[in-house]
């Protein structure tokens, strides 16, 4: 090949061409050659009324060829206004072929042939013009001719990727262009750069583009002029195909909408040429989040560049090698993702190549290795155009594989044409019975089916040889056919057909010689016909021995086990006796006397005798309708014996009278067997009776719940088969008595079902009017529903045990499974309810009936309370049901046909308003007929994908944002589609017509595109996977539940999955049930998800066995050591050191007194009032555990270190002391004393309960800290010593909480004032902290304080009012008085909420309507009044002339008030407006949250002031600044966690934060804020490297979020859930992210890439608690890997993985499930926790509710428990320490337990003021991390 090296950089044809000279090229029609004004040059425009006349083409010859190799064409052209135009460019390919690339503003749509490609072209319009707006307004541009203010283009197409796009060819040069009217054109080039027409060289000089790095600047000859300082895009079109901008349709040639920033930022580092690798691919996204810049996916650029967010084309299918990273998640924002390479067309992908029909029980289990597959895919990246790159290069795949992919597993169902055929195997241990047009045997030891698949209509006749080696089998229908088939192989040896119809008995001979049967000829009369199969086990060919046409009714004909070539029948009023001699065939008749009009229905011979004994001892049977049976002598041809069964003698109301042989009405006898020993029969009354032979007596009998069809004794004699008309098949055993059902059926077509994958339930309504629920793994039949009316569709609840089901009358009813009751019943249809459905996430029901209706229901009530009716919104008919109605898998869109059969309409699904339409008729222009829609399904993955099954036996693809034609397959089966479905990877579609089921690729890129599998007989009414996606179920006929062969793509080693796991409960004798339970081993078979375990019965163990289960401490193995001693000290009566011993530590009596005063108190309890500023204690569930075992002093196991946070639920809980630089504020139960001049924390622990408020003494010598005192005790006030930190008094007074502390101005006295439950104040000495004296107000107080100049003063501010106190002292005694005022009348209905004096006689009270009121202290009196603020004011503080307010409007104000020193009282209320006195506003700031306590210097020039927001502020006035002293969460935490190299940690919060604070200042270092959603978890990456360091945080809407330190801005996000992310984790590695939700699937992402690389469905179900990574060994575990992590559910199962992330290998090492009794509390149980050893990786400790408060230590390598500690509470958190050995183990009960692991030593701690939620330690082991609700606590750990 010549080289293309003069082809660099680009190519004018123009000019290579010489254009002008037209020796080269070639013009037709009108072309000339003009200047035009606005590029001032001269161009071509080429005019004609018919593109095709007027035209310029290049070269001249169509022998010749361009040679042009360049990957992109340049056009630079305008259409002409008004106009068409057409291109032409003749492409080669590698594989020799010329492929034509057309595009004109004619083209309507896509279409595309293996060798031409055509596009339509959308015309833009110029900016801000009409065109414009219109085509913005439609999202895409004007189709059809140009407008008139169309401007000049540049074009740029990527022809290697078109052709690899649409054709999967390889592109190797242009061969010829062909420019045709109407257009003016400039010139045209080819290039190998990607070039912006929009940058001039100067600019891309200064960006750094340059032709080395395959981008670069237009060359100057190819560009168009811009003025100076004008835009390119103001006067210019720049269209670049493949667009990355959102376009309709999809594969059209129009204006992208990028910005020129965007796409220079992006062109810089994306087009660089190099050799081709793997890409996973990442989501947009677009979130509130602080402080950070978002991406569309990390890639290395210039620091301080601003990253480009790009467009992206729209889905088009998903990757097989893809998993749910590729679930879309919808948002009101558009998001699109990459497509794998695919031809999404509108062209029909015809079914030719099916690739033959695969019967589904194919002997080979066929599999298939994804990885060595070729497959191609898009990958975004910030280029303007999908790079396309080879994902393998093996050989592509030509057909889906598996082959084959479906494999029939086991079928429900039982008959068909008949039920009275049913053999047993010569050996006893199988049934053999027909399944409609399968022959099913059941093997009843297992319950494993083997299948007999050929025959074409229902089976109606079956028998077998004498030694089951032959089975023969005929059909029903006009063309019967009988197969012969060799039973232990399964195949059948040899098929040939009978010209009868109905053929109704065959009958082998004993030797398999001779077979027998009878059916009717063309003329109805009854054929009987006899073959010669002597042959046919040595594959000879089966000839007929006698034939014979009769008028006698035969129902039933046997062969004579004693001769082949005698034979007995009976019908109606004949029994004969038939014999074969020299070819013909003769027959007899037995001489009935009076019975010869009976209709006989059954004949036997004696089983038993010798096959030599002499005919005249030869004993025949016959049964009678009439319930008669007659004994027949053969020889003699007459009756010898006749009797009659009777019904039984109702003589008594209360029993049945057995029943006899007499005279009078019989019961009708349908089948009789006979063995050497007794004589069965079956009998239309539903009674299996057993007699002997001389017919004396019954001495067995079976009940049925219908008539028996068949009785039939095994050839041993100790079993009897029997098989009722109602579908019921079972078998008596008649040694032991017992009865086995071995299937039931449903008696007519199954019209639909749901699966319940959770339960492994499968529920079906059938047109027997029947609603049943089935076992999937047993098939047994669990419940059976029978209404009045006939059942029409049904669905299964996604989560919960309950189904609905929709009635022929239009009734729709709930049933509960578990109570096998009716929950709900609605009549809003008036005709067959044809759609049933609920939404995925369980929330509402819908329903849809034959007369156009359709209902929503609330689904998360148990009532299902209708929400919605609509009226004629689905077409009319009953032919759509049962899936009538199709839910999007993200729960918001709902499809359905309607409201003609030609609409399809998309609904909202929480409301049902109308979205979109689509009429499918006018989908297909050239279709002769209109063509109707009949199944509509969405794609699971792609919530964009609508699939729709029209009457023209179509499949389309339709957009469900746009309704737009994606792809569509035609001639899907050779009828109708009936239903359809698609797996929840997206890789696969099910589709079900007529008698057939295929499966396709969802893709359709390969050859053969399907797999069709045959079986059923009847048209199959719904097919689809099951939930766990391992299985397909179909029905129609019967019920038949397949294999799913396919591998996923996320496939591991031990390919388990819970909703395939086979439940086994515990044994039920006492011995093993005591191993099982006493040791607590944990179970090692996954049980379902959700399934509660088998309640534990401990009396059924020995007594010595409950002991050990009560007291076990620490057992190794199996040794039981001794109790240690405790030893104790003669100074503290506290043991030296505890050990676990006891598991129940609590004493229920206090707790059963306090739930007594807590209802005392509520009788009690006023009303709260409505203002912020009174203080009501955060709601705890928790309770203090009242017998912890503390450490002595001196001697604790950790040691407090700091406080994080500050408690914003506090009121005035913060208290300044500017001389002494002591700041305290309380967090939790705790007082934090802070140095602000040191930095340094000393902690005050004393109280259990939450803190409400503080006071400091003036001297800053002491403070005062309340809190309540639980369990309804007095709340107790702590008055601390600063100096030493000691608690030098405990008072405890009030029975509500503490509303307010506060000590006198010469700190003589001490005031505390009640909660609104108990409103008094006290008042206490500060010497003695003795009660002096109380008072009880009838109404709330608020606030309370001294007077600074009169130490006898102070005021009370309320719900009533104000209240001035003056304190009376006589001697030794203390009265305090007090004199209630009301708020004046100016301020409206108010409740005064805070106070501060101001000089000697003033004071002020603010309201709860932001007013501030100005009292004279001296007359009571309200002096004036001002509104200082909109909302309410809980904070005033004044210092001499300033005044500062703080609201819940988060505005603190500064007021300058040195005007009201003149003011005195005049009787009357003044407000600030009236003149002579003004108060002016000095400052003020907003924070962060509402105003809670504020401490000021005494100038007011500094202070510090909290916030609710749990931030305390320092505020300075004289520079207006406000600076964060201590940053606490608001809500509750979640997740806090250190740094690989400890320097810092990051929490998570309900409130959506993440926060990084440094290490060891404990300073707020970042904060990342997502708004409306809840942060769940958060956790580090494993590099140590500041600059790569980042944080990982998992929220509620189920996406993760990274975090870069070094930047502060947000990574990626991705979204691998669509639940709530519940744990987090990167591999020991920081390959790979795992993470966990609240559904139980555990996603493995790339943090480079986002891509989720596999999904892990082992704990669906219950909710995933943790997940953790370790470093591991390969020698340790077993297996090829580096990483071990572990994963704990809700249910207690752990599941244990051995991974190398770098190979992609995760294979389970182990899993283990923990037995518990059933949960009888009224709060969820604790959650189950695991975690690794840190000292002995290969152990995992366990603890969650079970039969034991313990934490388990279980070892990997010996498979067992080899160690138990025994807790004292349930543990909700723990943590292991790698220094040490220690353990941190929270409880709900508040405690903070440290145990030695290898001692059981343990200390008890109670820092917090509810339940411990979280702890963590260190890497290294020397700090602990503790938090309750929003209390975060560090701890230096000492050791034990």
């Known amino acids: 090949m010549a080289s293309t090296g003069w082809q660099h950089p680009y190519v004018n044809i123009f000019k290579h061409v010489k254009v002008e000279d037209w020796k080269m090229s070639a013009k037709e029609g009108d072309v000339s050659s003009h200047t ?100 913005k307004s439609a999202r895409h541009g004007l189709v059809g001719p140009a407008p008139p203010s169309v401007r000049w283009t540049c074009l740029m197409l990527d022809l290697q990727h078109t052709l690899s796009f649409y054709l999967n060819s390889c592109y190797t040069q242009v061969k010829s262009i062909k420019l045709c009217a109407n257009m003016a054109v400039k010139n045209m080039f080819t290039s190998d750069l990607l070039l912006d027409p929009g940058i001039s060289f100067s600019e891309a000089k200064a960006r750094g583009l340059a032709c080395s790095r395959g981008t670069g600047p237009m060359p100057r000859d190819m560009s168009y002029p811009v003025p100076k300082g004008g835009s390119w895009h103001d006067l210019y079109d720049y269209i670049r195909f493949p667009s990355e901008g959102t376009k309709l349709p999809f594969d059209s040639i129009q204006k992208g909408n990028l910005e020129p920033e965007a796409k220079c930022s992006s062109d810089q580092s994306s087009h660089i040429r190099e050799a081709s690798r793997c890409v996973n691919l990442s989501k947009p996204f677009q979130d509130p989040v602080s402080l950070i810049q978002q991406i569309t996916a990390p890639q290395t650029r210039l620091r301080n560049q601003t990253p480009a967010v790009t467009d992206r084309p729209e889905l088009g299918v998903v990757s097989t090698q893809q998993n749910d990273a590729w679930l879309l998640h919808s948002d009101d924002q558009q998001d699109s993702t990459c497509s794998s390479s695919q031809k999404v067309t509108s062209r029909c992908l015809g079914a030719a190549a099916d690739g033959g029909v695969h019967v589904h029980v194919h002997p080979e289990d066929g599999s298939s290795q994804h990885g060595d597959e070729s497959e191609e895919q898009f990958v975004c990246t910030a280029a303007p155009h999908p790079v396309h790159l080879p994902l393998s290069k093996g050989p592509r795949q030509e057909k889906l594989l598996p082959d084959p992919i479906l494999r029939l597993n086991r079928i429900i169902g039982f008959g068909g044409a008949t039920t009275k055929c049913a053999l047993w195997s010569r050996s006893g241990d199988a049934v053999v019975y027909p399944c409609h047009a399968i022959i099913v045997s059941l093997q009843i030891s297992s319950n494993q089916q083997r299948f007999f698949i050929g025959h074409t209509d229902k089976v109606s006749a079956l028998t077998f040889n004498g030694n089951t080696t032959l089975l023969a089998s005929a059909q029903t229908g006009k063309h019967s056919v009988v197969r012969v088939w060799d039973y232990h192989k399964g195949n059948c040896v040899a098929m040939f057909r009978v010209h009868a119809h109905s053929l109704s008995s065959l009958s082998f001979s004993s030797g398999g010689g001779i077979l027998c049967g009878v059916g009717k000829d063309s003329h109805s009369k009854t054929m009987v016909v006899v073959w010669n199969t002597s042959n046919v086990s040595k594959g000879g060919e089966v000839t007929i021995l006698a ?72 004993t025949l049977y016959a049964s009678s309708r009439s319930g008669f049976i007659f004994e027949i002598d053969y020889s003699r041809v007459a009756i010898r014996n006749v009797r009659r069964l009777l019904p039984a003698q109702q003589q008594h109301a209360h029993r049945r009278e057995k029943t006899t042989f007499n005279t009078g009405p019989g019961i009708a006898i349908n089948s009789i067997s006979v063995s050497s020993s007794f004589c069965c029969t079956g009998s239309e009354d539903g009674f299996l009776r057993l007699w002997p032979l001389d017919f004396s007596s019954i001495f067995l009998e079976a009940e049925h719940e219908g008539p028996v069809s068949l009785a039939s004794v095994s050839s041993d004699g100790l079993r009897v088969l029997a098989a009722t008309s109602t579908g019921t098949l079972g078998f008596l055993d008649v040694s032991s008595r017992g009865y086995d059902t071995l299937m039931r059926s449903h008696t007519d077509t199954v019209l639909g079902f749901s699966v319940d994958g959770v339960h492994r339930h499968l529920t079906t309504a059938s047109a027997d009017g029947t609603l049943r629920i089935w076992n999937m793994d047993s098939l047994h039949q669990l419940y059976d529903f029978v209404a009045e009316d006939s059942p029409c569709s049904v669905a299964f609840h996604p989560s919960e045990q309950l189904f609905s089901c929709g009635f022929s009358s239009g009734v729709v009813r709930v049933f509960d499974i578990s109570s096998a009751k009716v929950l709900a019943e609605h009549r809003q249809h008036r005709g067959d309810v044809v759609g049933l459905a609920f939404s995925p996430d369980g929330e509402f029901m819908y329903s849809a009936d034959s007369q156009g209706s359709l209902a929503l229901y609330n689904a998360s009530e148990d009532d299902h309370d209708v929400i919605r009716v609509v009226c004629n919104v689905l077409a009319r008919g009953t032919e759509r049901a049962p899936d009538a109605l199709a839910v999007s898998s993200d729960s918001r869109c709902l499809a359905f046909i309607g409201p003609s059969e030609f609409i399809v309409t998309i609904a909202d699904a929480q409301s049902l308003d109308e979205l979109l339409r689509v009429d499918v008729s006018i989908l297909d222009v050239q279709s002769p007929r209109l063509d109707s829609a009949l199944r509509v399904c969405f794609s699971p993955a792609s919530t964009e994908h609508l699939l729709v099954a029209t009457s023209a036996n179509k499949i389309l693809w339709v957009s469900t944002k746009t309704g737009r034609l994606l792809r569509e397959v035609c001639d899907v089966h050779r009828h109708q589609c009936s239903s359809l479905a698609v797996s929840e990877d997206c890789r696969f579609l099910l589709t079900a017509g007529h008698h057939a089921v295929k499966v396709w690729d969802y893709s359709m890129e390969l050859n053969t595109s399907s797999q069709m599998f045959i079986g059923h007989s009847q048209p199959i009414r719904q097919v689809s996977f099951t939930p766990d996606q391992l299985g397909v179920v179909s029905v129609g006929d019967a019920i038949f539940l397949w294999d799913f062969l396919a591998l996923p793509v996320d496939s591991v080693t031990d390919r388990r999955s819970p909703l395939r796991s086979r439940y086994i409960s515990a044994p039920k004798s006492a011995d093993v049930s005591g191993v099982q339970w006493s040791n607590g081993m944990p179970r090692q078979t996954a049980p379902l998800p959700s399934s509660p375990p088998p309640p534990l019965d401990i009396s059924t163990l020995d007594p010595v066995e409950q002991e050990a289960l009560g007291s076990l401490s620490i057992c190794d193995d199996t040794s039981v050591p001794t109790a240690s001693a405790a030893v104790t000290g003669p100074s503290d009566p506290r043991p030296a050191a505890s050990f676990l011993q006891v598991t129940e530590m609590l004493d229920t009596s206090p707790v059963n007194r306090g739930r007594m005063n807590a209802v005392e108190l509520t009788e009690k309890k006023a009303a709260r009032p409505d203002c912020y500023s009174h203080f009501i204690p955060r709601f705890k569930a928790s309770r203090l555990q009242q017998a912890a075992w503390a450490a002595r002093p001196g001697g604790e196991g950790i040691e407090l270190k700091a406080v994080i946070g500050y408690n914003g639920n506090g009121r005035g809980n913060m208290v300044w002391s500017p001389d002494q630089g ?159 005022v009301k708020a004046p009348v100016e301020v409206g209905d108010v409740e005064l909420t805070a106070l501060c004096y101001h000089m000697d006689s003033v004071l002020f009270t603010a309201t709860s309507g932001g007013q501030v009121c100005v009292w004279d202290v001296n007359t009571q009196r309200c002096l004036m009044t001002w509104s200082a603020d909109e909302g309410e004011i809980g904070v005033l503080q004044c210092r001499g002339n300033r005044l500062l307010t703080g609201s819940n409007t988060r505005w603190l104000r500064l007021w300058e008030v040195d005007a009201l020193e003149g003011v005195t009282p005049r009787g009357k209320n003044r407000n600030v407006e009236d003149g002579g006195t003004t108060v002016v506003l000095g400052q003020e700031i907003m924070l962060d949250g509402t105003t809670v306590s504020a401490a000021f210097d005494n100038t007011m020039d500094m202070g ?241 509710y079970g039969v034991e408060k313990e934490l388990s230590f279980y070892s990997l390598t010996k498979k067992q428990i080899v160690k138990k500690i025994a807790l004292s509470d349930w543990a909700t958190c723990f943590s292991l320490s790698c220094k040490s050995q220690l353990i941190a183990v929270g409880s709900k009960e508040r405690v903070l337990k440290l145990i030695k692991s290898t001692s059981g030593r343990f200390q008890d701690f109670l820092p917090h003021s509810d339940s411990v939620q979280t702890c963590h330690f260190s890497p290294s082991g020397a700090l602990l991390f503790t938090v309750s609700f929003n209390e975060i606590l560090l701890w230096e750990v000492q050791g034990l």
Request: net charge neutral; with cysteine; glycine share 6%.
């Open 36 to 135: 035009d004004k606005s590029l001032k040059c001269s161009v071509f425009r080429i005019r004609g009324p018919v593109p095709a006349s007027s035209f310029i083409l290049v070269p001249r010859s169509s022998r010749r060829s361009l040679g042009l190799a360049g990957r992109y064409f340049y056009l630079l052209f305008r259409p002409a206004p008004g106009r068409s135009f057409v291109v032409h460019l003749d492409v080669s390919v590698k594989e020799g072929q010329v492929v034509r690339i057309s595009f004109s503003n004619m083209f309507k749509e896509f279409k595309s042939t293996a060798t031409s490609l055509q596009f339509p072209f959308l015309c833009g319009a110029a900016k801000d013009s009409v065109y414009e707006s219109t085509a």
């Open 547 to 618: 034939k014979a046409h009769t008028d006698v009714d035969i129902l039933t004909m046997k062969v004579a086990a004693f001769d082949d070539t005698r034979m007995v029948s009976c019908g109606r009023d004949n029994i004969r006796l038939w014999r074969v001699r020299k070819g013909t065939l003769r027959s007899c008749p037995v001489n009935l006397g009076d019975y010869h009009s009976l209709d006989f229905t059954d004949v036997a011979f004696e089983e038993g005798n010798s096959s030599n004994q002499h005919l005249d001892e030869r």
């Open 1222 to 1380: 002591l700041l305290a504020y309380s967090c939790g139960c705790v007082v934090v004393l802070e140095y602000l001049h040191t930095g340094s924390q000393r902690h005050l622990q004393g109280h259990s309960e939450e803190i409400s408020c503080l006071a400091v003494t003036h001297d800053a010598k002491m403070v005062a800290s309340a809190a309540g005192g639980g369990n309804g005790s007095r709340s107790l006030i702590c008055i601390w010593d600063v100096q030493n930190g000691t608690c030098r008094n405990t008072i405890s007074h009030h029975v509500g909480a503490v509303q307010s502390l506060s000590f006198s101005r010469d700190d003589r006295f001490f005031l505390s004032a009640g909660d609104f439950s108990d409103p008094e104040v006290a008042l206490w000495s500060s010497r003695t902290f003795k009660l002096l004296s109380s008072l009880r107000v009838s109404g709330p107080i608020h606030a309370a304080a001294f007077s600074p100049s009169a130490a006898s003063q102070l005021a009370c501010v309320g719900s009533l009012g104000v209240y001035f106190c003056l304190i009376h002292t006589h001697g030794l005694d203390v009265d305090l008085k007090a004199q209630e």
């Open 1504 to 1744: 510090v002031v909290g916030t609710a927001a749990g931030t305390l502020w320092y505020i300075n006035w004289s520079d207006n600044s406000s600076i964060r002293l201590v940053s606490g969460h608001k809500a509750k935490v979640n997740g806090v966690v250190f740094s690989a190299d400890e320097r810092h940690f990051a929490t998570c919060s309900e409130d959506g934060s993440v926060r990084v604070w440094s290490a060891p200042s404990n300073e707020l270092e970042v904060q990342f804020q997502v708004l409306s959603q809840a942060c769940g978890c958060v956790c580090w990456s494993p590099s140590s490297n500041q600059e790569r360091a980042c944080v990982a945080a998992g929220y509620s809407d189920g996406t993760l979020r990274i975090f870069r330190l070094s930047s502060s801005e947000m990574e990626m996000k991705l979204q691998p859930h669509q639940a709530a992310v519940t744990a987090l984790q990167f591999s020991a590695a920081g390959h790979v992210i795992l993470s966990a939700g609240s559904s139980g699937l555990v996603a493995v992402s790339s943090p480079v890439t986002g891509a989720t690389m596999r999904v892990i469905k082992d704990h669906r179900g219950a909710a995933v608690t943790s997940i953790q990574c370790v470093n591991s060994q390969r020698e340790n575990v077993g297996l090829e890997c580096n990483e071990t992590w572990l994963a704990a559910s809700a249910d207690r199962r752990v599941s244990v993985w051995a991974a190398d992330w770098s190979k992609d290998k995760c294979d389970l090492m182990d899993w283990l499930t923990f037995p518990a009794p059933p949960y009888s509390g009224d709060d969820s149980p604790p959650p189950s926790l695991a975690a690794f050893c840190p000292a002995d990786p290969s152990l995992v400790v366990y603890t969650g």
